[in-house]
């Protein structure tokens, strides 16, 4: 963890998840690809290509993929540019019919036209013989064919990363791998493995993501790879992007000052060192005798004319840039354990030998994995502690360990996930979702509230005070049309006119195999008692909130048995389901300007928030019972204040236990937040006695109420105090 040049840029999970899609604001969307027939053929290999850049396009879940238009000429070429501006990039042979790559790129620019020309060649004695005839400035790089048709997958991630590197570094602080090399021949090889290796990390990365929008942030944000051919340009490139440098790769002998030098490469790397002290260097070189000076001045070495070349780059970027796994070492090197993503990386750190932790914590191993990964706050966070900060190893331990649970119940705060069966666990604060489709009027209202407390943050203004929206599960509006198609229920409950038997059909009808396997991993991870609560597409619509026109039920969700239990939660499911076409609802509906066919049903599974209550001794059947201290009612305008209290003070109503006290007009306090000691209701004993609150609500394991059955423990249970 040593100190970086300069801190990284705040970054706030919330703006980095809702803000994806300004990522990569350049993307190659069509190539104009100018060449022979043949040459086409050999590159496309018969569809082969297209095949690829569907292929990878789809698995990594862009929306875009490149198309690759031909033509023979470059006069065909030019013309086709200039009338269809949808061409991004151009992919040239070194000579076609009528011109040369070097013309065709002046003219392309002397056209006006913002496209780079790209060289792909097929021989590297062509090559040398070109660049020796002709000024090559206008082409923004050359490439040697070599028989792996992913060269042009290479080439638009390069142009891609060269364009929108500025932009995504300074956004939220992608990283850069900066590959610095002069022979057309090596850097042809090396871009197609890195880029192979990074789109192996981005498939491993999207398979972890939280939601849709996460798995698009991992994508997109994977590190940029930046080429340099000489000395003045690579120094220029570290310059621009030091604070975001993941690692170089260097070759040992390229240009300098317009001289071919033996020593540009270990200048370059102590240069990088001095601003970066902690980055890790590769230098490659086909003489060996740079392999001992290398390691002596602490940088890796690659021997380019190795037959396993490849491969061991492959490694490099596994071990030293932080793909793949994290290995724990001990400072001989020998490992000790290993981590595949975040929460085995946790789990790991409170098992590893102290030495371990010292050793990656020095060399800065924590927050470059992380970077690599795309937890750019959590590698933020890491980066600028040094050992020397802590007292013990044991300290820094803790402190790490301790970082990582926050960043994660921060993601858990900010974040809607998508559940996950298999990785649920029941953190803190989490709000996840099942399904595809909407979340509903009521979870939307519940997701911008948890929006509002992020923004705001009113734990750092009023110390002590906790404020957060209970953990939750949504079922999408998705999962309640698939439950009506595949028991064909809609034409039943749209017209039917008796509720019981709607009630009766839904209840009968079955969930489906996968919703089942997901609940019960969700009750397999929570003990508490849960609502289970209907959130409609209409349901608190800001001109129509529909309140009370549909079903909620409380579990006490505390049988023994985990089936008894899942049965129970899959009944109140399905009567929320058959609420949304009870006459009531239907009566509600046809007095606004909505159809009931619009209508689509979310439902919210909820912690209900309590404490475990001893026996209430006025009743002798009572035992323990779980409900809240109070819960109530807050409004922004009191529509009849008394003086001092004025319209905009705003109202509250508080009761014992659970809500229904108030919402169905019970007795409870009410009183203004900003007055609240002045409670006109309880101006004299007579008042008190006439207005004090004499039952509470609480969830139970008795049944009250038609809607409830044995089974079920549906109803919220009416507990008396014997008050009054």
Partial sequence: MSVAHQPDPIVDPERLFEGFENLMPFRVQDILLV????????????GRLNELLIGESLELEQHQIPGITHVSTGAEALSMARSQPRFNLIVANLEVEDMDA????????????????????????????FVARNPVTDIQQIFLWQGNVRILISIVKYIEDKRNVMHDTRAIGVPVILVVEDNIRYYSSFLPTIYTELITQSRRLLSEGLNVAHKLVRMRARPKILLATNYEDAAEQVMQHRDYLLGVVSDVEFPREGELSAEAGFVLARMIREEVADVPIVLQSSRTEFRARAHAEGFSFLRKRSPTLLRDLRR???????????????P??????????????????????????????????????????????????????KISDFATVEDLRREVIASIVEYREEQSQVLIGDFNAATFKATEGFFLRIGGGSLGGKARGLAFIRHLLHKFRPASRFPGVRIA????????????????????????????????????????????????????????????????????LLEDSRYQPFTGVYETFMLANQHPDLLVRLEQLMEAIKRVY????????????????????????????????????????????????????FSGVVRSHNFYPVAPMSYGDGIAAVALGLGRAVVDGGKCLTFCPRYPRNLVQFSSVEDILANSQREFWGPGTRSHGAASGPRTQLARILLRTGCG
């Fill in 35 to 46: 060449s022979s027939l043949y040459d086409s053929f050999i590159l496309r290999e018969d």
């Fill in 469 to 536: 929206v209970p953990p939750s599960v949504v079922l999408a509006t998705d999962v309640f049309d698939r439950f009506l198609s595949e028991n064909n229920l809609l034409d039943f409950a749209m017209n039917s006119t008796d509720d019981a038997q709607i009630q009766q059909r839904f209840v009968e009808a079955p969930l489906s195999s996968g919703l089942r396997d997901d609940l019960l991993a969700f009750l397999g991870e929570v003990n508490y008692p849960l609502a289970v609560r209907s959130s409609s």
């Fill in 102 to 129: 070097a013309q065709l790129a002046r003219e392309v620019k002397a056209a006006g036209l913002d496209v780079p020309v790209v060289v792909l060649a097929y021989d590297y004695r062509e090559i040398k013989n």
């Fill in 316 to 330: 490099f970027l596994t071990e030293q840039f932080g793909f793949g796994d994290f290995a724990f070492r001990l």
């Fill in 578 to 629: 058959a609420s949304t076409f009870s006459q009531h609802a239907k009566g509600y509906v046809r007095a606004t300007p909505y159809r009931l066919e619009e209508e689509k049903m979310a439902v919210i599974l909820q912690q209900v928030v309590g404490t475990i209550h001893g026996p209430l001794n006025l009743d002798a059947n009572s035992g323990k019972r779980f409900y809240p201290d």
């Fill in 332 to 385: 001989d090197r020998s490992e000790v354990a290993r981590a595949s993503d975040l929460n085995e990386l946790e789990a790991r750190l409170g098992e590893v030998p102290a030495e371990c932790i010292a050793y990656h914590s020095e060399r800065n191993h924590f927050s470059r994995w992380l970077r690599a990964r795309t937890e750019f706050a959590l590698a933020q966070r890491l980066r600028p502690r």
